[in-house]
T-cell receptor, first 113, second 113 residues
């Protein structure tokens, strides 16, 4: 069935270092890959997304890369700051007859000052 | 601002009770979703709806039912609540376009004793 695996489940980095979170999806028909940030007690909010016809996308300190052949996509955060501390979720949108989203299990990022 | 709202925000109930969680949106989106969030398990899809007459089961629909009363309203019911339905529940909407971004409500924290 459709599945998205996300690693690591927790990640601690020093302020100013980079953080990388990786996801693997199973359904080759997936064509849209969003990343959400969820702060404590808040709702998930989209921070960046990428479509299947693009290999990389950047937005200031955040970038996402996609390898369709390997069915991998990754979130890269550079120059991390304490306010980057949150839970991050990847997702893949399945398009085979439906438009539902399969989420990864989340990564808790802690940026140590 | 157009938004997604959920009521109640918190609910404590007892085993066997019937519970309804409500979701309303002013974004004008046709697509609406109900997710359940448990620690370490990410966001799991319960039900989704692409219009008033289109309701679909997600990966964990057992023990839940939904009603799409109007384009803007999508309710989730637990007919006979059980303790393992204790979780954080999110409603979300999305546009039927290539962007695919989902917008989440603030969540309902449900505790079943």
């Amino acid at each position: 069935g459709e599945n998205v695996e996300q690693h690591p489940s927790t990640l601690s980095v020093q302020e100013g270092d980079s953080a990388v979170i990786k996801c693997t999806y199973s359904d080759s028909a997936s064509n849209y890959f969003p990343w959400y940030k969820q702060e404590l007690g808040k709702r998930p909010q989209l921070i960046i997304d990428i479509r299947s016809n693009v290999g990389e996308k950047k937005d200031q300190r955040i970038a996402v890369t996609l390898n369709k052949t390997a069915k991998h996509f990754s979130l890269h955060i550079t120059e991390t700051q304490p306010e980057d501390s949150a839970v991050y979720f990847c997702a893949a949108r399945v398009t085979s007859g439906t438009y539902k989203y399969i989420f990864g299990t989340g990564t808790r990022l802690k940026v140590l000052a | 601002d157009a938004d997604v709202t959920q009521t109640p925000r918190n609910r404590i109930t007892k085993t066997g009770k019937r519970i309804m969680l409500e979701c309303s949106q002013t974004k004008g989106h046709d697509r609406m979703y109900w997710y359940r969030q448990d620690p370490g398990l990410g966001l799991r899809l319960i039900y989704y709806s692409f219009d008033v007459k289109d309701i679909n089961k997600g990966e964990i629909s057992d023990g839940y039912s939904v009603s799409r009363q109007a384009q803007a309203k999508f309710s989730l019911s637990l007919e006979s609540a059980i303790p393992n339905q204790t979780a954080l529940y999110f409603c979300a909407t999305s546009e039927p376009t290539r962007t695919g971004e989902q917008f989440f409500g603030p969540g309902t924290r449900l505790t079943v004793l």
